[in-house]
């Protein structure tokens, strides 16, 4: 049986160029981002070092929410 579905992708270079026409507001868009980036690594940091330092919550659901993070 021969394969009819062929894909060929000839992009070599993906350019992010933002929002056309709000060049100049590129800082103030990228901030929320930035803020909730920076938001989801200090708790999911936090959850990990709680993990790590509680001898109780050594178990496997506690280790497996552990390594979702």
């Known amino acids: 049986m021969t394969t009819l579905n062929h894909t060929v ?3 070599t270079v993906f350019r992010l160029l933002g929002i056309p026409g709000l060049e100049d507001q590129h800082m ?8 909730s980036y920076i938001t989801a690594l200090l708790g999911n940091s936090l959850h990990i070092f709680i ?3 509680r001898p109780g919550l050594h178990g496997p659901m506690d280790l497996f929410l552990c390594m979702l993070v």
């Open 28 to 35: 103030w868009i990228s901030l929320p981002f930035f803020i």
């Open 9 to 11: 992708v000839s992009h």
């Open 51 to 53: 993990i790590l330092t």
